[in-house]
C-alpha cells in the first residue's frame, strides 16, 4: 500500500500545510512519497527532502505547471496516482480545488476535510458546519482525501535524512485556461492558517475605519488578523481575513474574539482554538457558550484597555 501527498507551494515556499497532511498520512502506515508539480521549484525540493515520515519526492517542474492550474495538474496527478492507493492534500483552496477534479477523473468518491483516521478505510469528517461528525466507510479501490490541518499536528520538517528525488517527464498540456495575473497582499503579520495567535473582528466594530483596531491590537501581540463573514461581507475586512466554514478553519494557541455573535458559520471555522476569548456587548451571544473567557462590555472601551495593559507590559 502506498500514500501520496499532493505539495502545496508557490515555486519558492514550501508550505507548512503539508506537514500537517504528512501527519495524517503517517497515520495511514503506508509508505508515503510527496508529489511536487510547479515551475522552477527546486526550493521547495529541497525544503521538501527534508521531511520525517517520507520515502522518496516526486517532481513534475515544467512552464505549464508554473500556475499549479488545475485544469491540467489534475490529470496528471490522476495519472501517476495510478501506482497509489491513497492521495491526500490540504483542505486548502489548493486542496479543494484539485482534489474533486482527480477524482472525477479516477472515478472514485472524495472525501473531504477529514479530522480523524480511524482505520484504513474509515474516516471522519465534519458536517452540518461541525455540529455533526460523520463516520465514513470507503470500499474505493483508491482513496482521495482531503485533510484539515487544524485535526493533526505537524510532523517535523528537520530531518537531516537524504531522500531520493524523482523527475516526472509527462506533459499535460493545458488549453482549458490560462493564468492572467494575480494581486497579491504583503503583510509582515503570521499567515493566518498558521499563527499561533489570532485577533478577530466582527461586525459590531461598525465600519472599516474601526476594524482598524483589530489590526493595531494583533500588530502588538504578533497576531494574524481575522474577521467574521458578516465583516467581509459589510466591506470592514478583505476576503482573506474570514474565518469559518466558508473562510480559513484555524486552530491556533489563542483566539479573540471581538464583536463576534459567534454564528454557526464562525464557530465552525475557530472553535478548535486552544484558548478563545471573547468581547461582545450581548451576553445572550453564542460565542459565550464555547469561549474559555469572556467579557461582556463595550468592545472598544475594551480594546482601548487591553492595548493600554499590553503596552504596559512591552514596555517592560
Known sequence: ????????????????????????????????????????????????????????????????????????????????????????????????????????????????????????DTFVRPTYAGNVLTTIKSEDAKKIISIRMTAFSAASAKETQSIPVEKISQIVPNTDSQFENQELTASSRPDLADARIVVSGGRGLKSAENFKLIEELADLLGAAVGASRAAVDAGFAPNDYQVGQTGKIVAPELYIAIGISGAIQHLAGMKDSKVIVAINNDPDAPIFQIADYGLVGDLFSSIQELRNELSKSLSH
Do not use: W
Not at 14 to 36: G, M, R, S
Not at 38 to 54: F, L, N, P, T
Not at 69 to 81: F, K, M, S, V
Not at 95 to 114: E, Q, T
Open 1 to 120: 500500500m502506498k500514500t501520496i501527498v499532493i505539495v502545496e507551494h508557490d515555486n519558492k515556499v514550501f508550505k507548512q500545510t503539508n506537514l500537517h497532511v504528512l501527519t495524517a498520512a503517517k497515520q495511514l502506515n503506508h509508505e508515503i512519497d510527496l508529489f511536487i508539480i510547479g515551475y522552477q521549484c527546486d526550493e521547495v525540493v529541497k525544503q521538501a527532502s527534508h521531511c520525517a515520515y517520507i520515502k522518496k519526492v516526486l517532481v513534475a517542474d515544467a512552464q505549464v505547471y508554473q500556475h499549479q492550474l488545475a485544469e491540467n495538474t489534475a490529470a496528471l496527478i490522476a495519472e501517476i496516482a495510478k501506482n497509489y492507493d491513497y492521495i491526500l492534500a490540504p483542505a486548502t483552496t489548493f486542496g479543494k480545488n484539485l482534489l474533486p477534479r482527480v477524482a472525477a477523473l479516477m472515478d472514485v468518491a472524495m472525501i473531504s476535510d477529514v479530522i480523524k483516521i480511524e482505520t484504513a
